[in-house]
């Protein structure tokens, strides 16, 4: 199983702001990546695929960086409703979809 | 639009049956895998198996195999996740969703709250 780790656990930062959360893969996944926020009460949203691809309506000020085992989601400067839990997913091994922990992004 | 409801909000006692479903629209619901995932409460994500309506090809996560089936109807577009005893620790939201072949999930369902209390 590849298990992806993302930190911080929490991530406190101001509005206006730049936020950049990590996830690492324990094994190389090459860009098969994606980032996905959720806000209370709702459904995951994609966010980011192949690792730096936004998916359709998703504002230019998220950004998505990486390959390999070390990935990266920027959100450069942090909107109100910005503030939720990321997780990344990993796709390398379509039999075996695995998740991070999350990041919760909170208004510091 | 492309749209993945789900069966309402069940409220079920220990060792009790279910099935949950998922009815997709406005795409081509043969053609793309749908995943279910598991949410405990307060907790993350939890892939647990992915099914491919159109000839109903299905894997599990390790974690979840032999807990739980997924089916799929394609003459309906609907896709079913099921228990065939619960247990209180399948208490979470389980949310359905379509899997790219980009190995992302685009569309989700709005969730099904599953409580299982005696």
């Known amino acids: 199983e590849i298990v992806m780790t993302q930190s911080p656990a929490t991530l406190s930062v101001s509005p206006g702001e730049r936020a950049t959360l990590s996830c690492r893969a324990s094994?190389?996944?090459?860009?098969?990546l994606a980032w996905y926020q959720q806000k209370p009460g709702q459904a995951p949203r994609l966010l980011i695929y192949?690792?730096?691809t936004r998916a359709t309506g998703i504002p230019a000020r998220f950004s998505g960086s990486g390959s390999g085992t070390e990935f990266t989601l920027t959100i450069s400067s942090l909107q109100s409703e910005d503030f939720a839990v990321y997780y990344c997913?990993?796709?390398?091994?379509?039999?075996?979809?695995?998740f991070g922990q999350g990041t919760r992004l909170e208004i510091k | 639009e492309v749209q993945l409801v789900q069966s309402r909000a069940e409220v079920k006692k220990p060792g009790e049956s279910l099935k949950i479903s998922c009815k997709g629209s406005?795409?081509?619901?043969?053609?793309?895998?749908i995943g279910w995932v598991r949410q405990m409460p307060g907790k993350g994500l939890e892939w647990m198996g992915i099914?491919?309506?159109?000839?109903?090809?299905?894997r599990y996560s390790p974690a979840f195999q032999g807990q739980v089936t997924l089916s799929a109807d394609k003459s309906i577009n609907t896709a079913y996740l099921q228990w065939s005893s619960l247990r209180a620790s399948d208490t979470a939201m389980y949310y359905c969703?379509?899997?790219?072949?980009?190995?992302?999930?685009?569309?989700w369902g709005q969730g099904t709250l599953v409580t299982v209390s005696s």
């Open positions: 997913q990993q796709s390398h091994n379509w039999l075996l979809i695995t």
């Open positions: 099914i491919y309506p159109g000839d109903s090809d299905t």
């Open positions: 094994q190389s996944i090459s860009s098969n």
């Open positions: 192949g690792a730096s």
């Open positions: 969703a379509r899997l790219r072949a980009q190995g992302d999930f685009d569309y």
């Open positions: 406005e795409y081509s619901f043969t053609n793309y895998y």
